[in-house]
């Protein structure tokens, strides 16, 4: 089955660890994507890659970092900078040539304790 | 102005009812709009796209309007199971860079 998917479901971290976030997508997409959601607001872009190693910030990016060395992959790292790190984060891909339709995994909650 | 704004509601209706939700945007060169349904605690699933004036799938039927620059979700003879949060999502306009831009939301509950 093609998808997305995103481990773990559920992320528990104390204060002032880093933690990395995993996203893999086997839809053949170049475009990833990560959003951040917190209670009753929209999803906000933390950051996105079109193709293998290069990646750009998004709107929310301090405290955060991505890499991405192979097309199906692209983890996030949520760093002890972050200050409010606790959310649900959602990982996007979508084909270059139509980066309007995006499929999402199904999301991990990450809490700091 | 928010980029995207939408009325969070909850709107509670009984089942069968016509419910509306309306979206504003503020960049008035959007050509493309969408609509995703969030149910609790899950991820965002494509619902409808609007290109023009409007789109009509079964039930649902999204409409734009250009001049007040505002979109709306219009659902016909509600079920249970449409009880989950409609985001508005519009494509963010930024030279290079292609993302959404997403609203917070209108939550609909659906009660029997």
């Not at chain 1, 933690?19 to 872009?45: F, I, K």
């Not at chain 2, 039930?59 to 620059?69: D, H, I, K, V, W």
């Not at chain 2, 079920?79 to 609203?103: E, H, I, Q, W």
């Amino acid at each position: 089955d093609g998808g997305i998917t995103q481990s773990p479901k559920y992320l528990f971290r104390k204060e002032g660890q880093n933690v990395t976030l995993s996203c893999e997508q086997n839809l053949n997409h170049d475009a990833m994507y990560w959003y951040r959601q917190d209670p009753g607001q929209g999803l906000r872009l933390i950051y996105y890659s079109q193709i293998v190693n290069d990646f750009q910030k998004g709107d929310i990016a301090e405290g955060y970092s991505v890499s991405r060395e192979k097309k199906e992959s692209f983890p996030l790292t949520v760093t002890s900078a972050q200050k409010n790190p606790t959310a649900f984060y959602l990982c996007a891909s979508s084909s270059l040539a139509d980066t309007d339709t995006q499929y999402f995994g199904p999301g991990t909650r990450l809490t700091v304790l | 102005r928010k980029e995207v704004e939408q009325d969070p509601g909850p709107f509670n209706v009984p089942e069968g009812a016509t419910v509306a939700f309306n979206c504003t945007y503020s960049n008035s060169a959007s050509q493309s709009f969408f609509w995703y349904r969030q149910d609790c605690r899950k991820e965002p699933k494509l619902l409808m796209s609007v290109y023009s004036s409007g789109n009509e799938d079964g039930r649902f039927t999204a409409q734009l309007n250009r001049a007040s620059q505002y979109i709306s979700l219009l659902i016909r003879d509600s079920k249970l199971s449409d009880s989950a949060t409609y985001l508005c999502v519009v494509p963010n306009m930024d030279t290079g860079r292609r993302a959404l831009t997403f609203g917070s939301g209108t939550r609909l509950q659906v009660q029997p």
